[in-house]
């Protein structure tokens, strides 16, 4: 079951999402004024827009049914299976800097997140990754919020 | 594998980070206001009229007061993110925010702002005063608004920048007290309203003189009406829109500034001393003229008093209109 | 004849130290920030403006358009190297600049890219020299009608942005399109897709999407394969950067191309250079004779947007400076620091303060040839970037795509979004779906939405207006052409190999 899934239904799953988003905006859509051709509302070019990429990925589904994610390496076409490690580490680290930058400054949201991203690799330097946040941080800070004026503290 | 020092390092840096807070709490106490440079927050980006009338009188302000006056950019929509960053400071008059009529505007078209700007903003004073025109296209021939509007009456077409903004807000306004059913094609800046000026798409265009100034002084733009209730100094050939014939039509724009509420009277008063002081000087004054504004303080009760009745006024527009809110 | 003479006069002023100091300066700093992915030079400008206030209204505009050129040399760097564009136009960029690096092109591909910048805005300065005042009454008698079909035009270049399935990149334009929906709807102020969150009532901001679709989602990918991109580590000598002649060939033409269609997009008012590098690589995708070997590493990809890139944003100045209507938004703000100074841009401007004008317009050529003496050098230094171990590389590219997305509405609600669009590229692109597609879907579609509505106000809602109006129905038949041309050749070629079979 769960075999089927995976090979069978998750790789399909982009273009359902795609097609719920399609959905979305088209009902979305409705609820605003649509008018009509000649006379276009808000509603109706949206409207459009989401009912043709509904039929695209109905079109996509039915005529390109998708491979199943492979495991080979090869140059082309072959997916890498999904590693959770680095995604993790990359998102957690860019929301660390939106969470940071306005409250605690330039200097920890930049630090966290470079340190944070170093996760995403199994084995990190950690000098040489502290090191590099602090250099980061600090040219960073002379440029963007020194010379250019971007309204960041440095702490707090 | 990541040591505990390292982690235990990253995590006091942060917290240090986090409680380093304000460089130390500047006092909400008057007599050593200010004690650090001023931020402005402007709710625009750089380079527009607001960003550069502030710009041009923050620096003789920040002289008058001792202490830099530093401008920071807040654009989005409604103002809420130049707002709520204002509203995040500390009442002590280190940090002070422009509202424009545009401000007004936003307090009826977004229904749930998370603030509450009449309660928690109290004014300083008003800095610059600009009013709007009605252009034409001067090889259209229309030398006044009278026979423009028994010309065209219901074909009328006025073009403006986008809904919601006050220049379109004000040709609704134009539209009910003219009595014509214009069509008003809103576009999106003020160049493409002059664009579609030039190619005579429509026949009327309202804007601020600022924004056309340059048109009108190359002859591209001819103005027959100022929405003013005086008329503008640099165009003293042009009527009033009162004087020529429409009734009961009056929009001014303003900038302002205001302060968090339970900032210290003394400093708000301080303030309006050195705002107005700053606005009365020859360069300052000759400056703004050029931008087709005009430098202008007053109290913080005229101030607010115009504040709530421009709310008011164009809430009733934005009703009549039935323009959409948030 | 009497321009040579004005633009003499120019040259004189453009000469001074002082200009050239500031020309450097302004050159210099649009370079490095069009390297760095995140801040564009609108940011940069809108930035630096308040400093040009104390100068000399030459120096300051001098200044500020260096930054705006500037940057077009510099932010096909990242492209190149990275796969992560320095701005959105420069996305274009990444489709067949990274694989030529990945084939140890990459000098190549910088100097190819930092002629045809020099090519594109020399032939737009040009343009702008002989033919302002003709150029700008053209690019203004454009009306909605006439700006739908050219977006109509610039649609079809979509289809040859995807690599792989044809409906995939359809898919994405589509999303693309509606995506740009969200915000407010000019023609009736009716907030669209904005769920009660203030910051979307201006629409999802270029940036974030372009940094998070590109940026974030190629990391993502490199992490997630594992193995790092990781280039030579010899010097690179002057002799590798060159071009063989077999590139200077496929250079040639696709650059002249891409410089012709660059202008004509940049001067239109409301346009700007990531419509310009999509149409000149479709341009060039369309018109060769083996359009497959566009993605592995073509000469013609990168040549014909980068020339398009820079003639667009040299171009732009043409309705700026004699019309005193700006070009694009970044236009916008430098005529506001011109305002400041007490100085209206507009038809008298040429003759009234034609010290400026000509001045400004000379120190464009001075500035492009000091890029160039600039960036020729450089070259071997990006290159060298290349043998930073990926592992330090990525945590600095992140730092700048954050700071960098930031600073353009100083709103952290961007940067959450560069995660969200490069989670979401990220995962589309692992099955097939391409991201250049829905970049330019998001920019087309409210220009196309928009321009249609219009000129049906215009019209009153006449259909016809599309057809009538010349301009809208040379660009109409052009679209018609193109797609009879390309389902034809799609259909010959289709026999051609059944009759091999």
Redesign the interface.
């Known amino acids: 079951m769960t075999r089927f899934f995976k090979q069978q239904l998750l790789p399909t799953l982009p273009t359902l999402l795609l097609a719920l988003t399609g959905l979305a905006a088209g009902i979305t859509a409705f609820t605003y004024d649509v008018g009509s051709f000649t006379d276009m509302g808000p509603g109706f070019f949206p409207l459009a827009l989401g009912i043709i990429l509904v039929l695209l990925c109905a079109l996509i589904l039915w005529r390109e049914p998708e491979a199943p994610e492979t495991t080979s390496s090869d140059e082309k076409g072959a997916v890498h299976p999904f590693a959770w490690r680095p995604f993790a580490a990359v998102s957690a680290s860019i929301l660390a800097w939106v969470l940071l930058a306005e409250t605690a400054g330039f200097f920890a949201a930049a630090i966290c997140q470079v340190a944070l991203s170093a996760l995403a690799l199994p084995e990190p330097r950690w000098r040489s990754i502290i090191i590099l946040a602090v250099l980061l941080a600090t040219g960073g800070y002379l440029l963007f919020v020194m010379q250019l004026g971007v309204p960041l503290s440095a702490i707090g | 594998m990541?040591?505990r020092r390292?982690l235990l390092?990253?995590f006091l840096?942060?917290l240090?980070?986090?409680?380093?807070?304000?460089?130390g709490a500047a006092s909400n106490d008057p007599a050593s206001w200010p004690s650090k440079p001023v931020?402005l927050i402007i709710p625009f980006?750089?380079?527009?009229l607001a960003?550069?009338t502030l710009?041009?009188a923050g620096e003789p302000l920040g002289d008058a007061l001792g202490e830099r006056l530093v401008?920071?950019?807040?654009?989005?929509?409604?103002g809420?993110?130049a707002t709520t960053t204002m509203l995040n400071a500390d009442a002590d008059g280190h940090t002070l925010i422009v509202l424009t009529n545009g401000t007004t505007i936003a307090e009826t078209l977004?229904d749930?702002l998370p603030y509450n700007i009449t309660a928690e903003l109290v004014p300083v004073s008003a800095v610059a005063w600009f009013d709007l025109v009605l252009l034409v296209n001067p090889d259209t021939g229309y030398t006044d608004l009278g026979s423009l509007l028994a010309d065209k009456g219901d074909d009328l077409r006025i073009a403006t920048i986008?809904?919601?903004s006050t220049q379109?807000l004000t040709a609704e306004l134009f539209k009910t007290r003219a009595g014509v059913d214009a069509?008003i094609?809103?576009?999106?800046?003020t160049?493409?309203v002059?664009?579609a000026l030039?190619?005579n798409?429509v026949d009327l265009v309202i804007d601020a003189y600022?924004a056309l100034?340059?048109?009108i002084?190359?002859n591209?733009a001819r103005p027959l009406a100022v929405t003013g209730e005086v008329r503008n100094p640099a165009m003293p050939e042009v009527p009033t829109a009162t004087e020529a014939g429409i009734a009961d039509f009056v929009v001014t724009g303003w900038n302002a500034l205001y302060a968090k509420a339970g900032t210290s009277p003394e400093i708000i008063a301080r303030l309006n001393t050195e705002i107005a002081n700053v606005l009365a000087t020859d360069d300052i004054r000759t400056?703004f003229e050029?931008?087709g504004v005009e430098a202008r303080a007053n109290s913080p009760e005229e101030m607010q008093q115009r504040l709530l009745a421009d709310i008011e006024k164009w809430r009733e527009v934005i009703q009549s209109a039935g323009?959409?809110t948030? | 004849m009497e321009t040579l003479n004005l633009l003499g006069m120019g040259f004189e002023q453009a000469l001074t130290p002082e200009a050239l100091m500031f020309c450097l300066l302004g050159v210099s700093l649009g370079t490095f920030i069009g390297v760095l992915p995140g801040i564009g030079s609108l940011t940069t400008i809108a930035l630096c403006l308040p400093l040009t206030f104390h100068l000399e209204p030459l120096l300051g505009l001098i200044m500020l358009a260096g930054i705006f050129y500037g940057a077009q040399y510099g932010s096909s760097t990242a492209s190149i190297l990275l796969n992560v564009p320095g701005s959105a136009p420069a996305a274009i960029t990444c489709l067949d600049g990274y694989p030529m690096s990945r084939q140890g092109r990459a000098g190549i591909a910088l100097f190819i890219t930092t002629i045809a910048s020099f090519i594109g805005g020399s032939f737009a300065i040009l343009l702008l020299v002989f033919f302002a005042p003709v150029l700008a009454g053209f690019a203004i008698s454009f009306s909605a009608a006439d700006y739908f079909s050219i977006m109509i035009l610039a649609l079809t270049a979509a289809s040859t942005l995807s690599v792989g399935s044809p409906m995939k990149g359809l898919a994405m334009v589509t999303f693309g399109l509606l995506l740009g929906m969200v915000g407010t709807d000019i023609n009736s102020g009716q907030f669209r897709f904005t769920f009660g969150i203030p910051a979307l009532t201006d629409g999802i901001n270029l940036v974030a999407l372009a940094m998070g679709l590109f940026g974030v989602a190629e990391i993502l990918n490199n992490l997630n394969e594992g193995k790092v991109p990781q280039a030579g580590k010899e010097k690179i000598t002057f002799k590798q950067m060159m071009p063989t002649r077999d590139d200077w060939k496929a250079f040639r033409y696709s650059c002249m191309r891409g410089s012709v269609i660059g202008s004509f997009i940049g001067m239109l008012p409301g346009t700007g250079p990531t419509i310009a590098t999509f149409m000149a690589y479709a341009g060039e995708k369309k018109l060769s004779s083996k359009p497959e070997k566009f993605g592995q590493g073509a000469v013609e990809g990168i040549a014909a947007p980068e020339a398009a890139n820079n003639a667009s944003v040299q171009a732009a100045f043409i309705p700026t400076l004699t019309l005193g209507v700006p070009g694009d938004a970044i236009m916008a703000v430098m005529l506001g620091g011109l305002l400041v100074h007490g100085i209206t841009p507009g038809p008298q401007l040429v003759t009234t303060d034609a010290a400026l004008f000509w001045g400004v317009v000379a120190s464009f050529w001075i500035g492009n040839v000091l890029l160039l003496i600039l960036n020729l050098p450089m070259i071997g230094l990006w290159v060298k970037l290349l043998s930073i171990p990926y592992r330090f590389l990525f945590p600095a590219v992140l730092f700048l795509i954050c700071i960098g997305v930031y600073s353009v509405n100083n709103n952290a609600v961007d940067v959450l979004l560069t995660l969200g669009f490069g989670v979401m590229g990220f995962f589309l692109n692992r099955h097939g779906f391409p991201s250049a597609p829905l970049l330019l879907g998001f920019v087309l579609g409210p220009l196309i939405e928009e321009n249609f509505r219009r000129a049906l106000v215009l019209s009153d809602s006449n259909l016809a207006t599309f057809v009538q109006r010349p301009i809208s129905l040379v660009f109409l038949l052009l679209t018609a052409i193109l797609l009879v041309y390309s389902f034809w050749r799609k259909n010959s070629t289709n026999n051609l190999s059944q009759a091999q079979t």
């Open positions: 990541m040591t390292t390092f990253l840096t942060s240090l980070a986090a409680c380093g807070g304000d460089n931020r980006g750089p380079g527009g960003d550069v710009r041009l401008m920071e950019n807040r654009p989005g929509a409604g809420v993110a977004f749930d986008n809904p919601g379109n069509t094609i809103p576009y999106r800046t160049p493409d002059l664009g030039l190619r798409e600022t100034k340059g048109a002084d190359n591209q400056r050029e931008l323009i959409d948030l």
